[in-house]
Nanobody, 124 residues
């Protein structure tokens, strides 16, 4: 599985941004997908995950109500719509995937496929 994320950049606090990730996989419709982020000097943080069908999703409290993860199976793509961005959302965001079929909150500890990150910078 290869993952290519895009859509990062610079945005002002309160603004919106959408990250996209395209997966190269013949089994995309059986992959759970997710997003992690890592800010400078901080530990990697789980952000959100969505199940193989796109019917169920999970996100952490720090982004709840602001970020939405979605999946487009025909396009082999997963998205992270980020609204009401805050300076503390500044991080490198990583698109991830997993074939184990775990409960979505279990992916808090990591997923087994990772793409290169995309930088998101939120200015105050």
């Amino acid at each position: 599985v290869q993952l290519q994320a895009s859509g990062g950049g610079l945005v002002q606090a309160g603004g919106s941004m959408r990250l996209s990730c395209v997966a190269t996989s013949r089994a995309f419709d059986r992959l759970d997908m997710g997003w992690f982020r890592q800010a400078p000097g901080k530990e990697r943080e789980f952000v959100a995950a969505i199940n193989w069908s796109g019917a169920a999703s999970y996100d952490v409290d720090s982004v709840k109500g602001r970020f939405t993860i979605s999946k487009d199976i025909p396009k082999n793509a997963v998205y992270l719509q980020m609204n009401s961005l805050k300076p503390e959302d500044t991080a490198v965001y990583y698109c991830t995937a997993d074939s184990r079929g775990l409960a979505l909150r279990a992916y808090y500890y990591g997923m087994n496929y990772w793409g290169k990150g995309t930088q998101v910078t939120v200015s105050s």
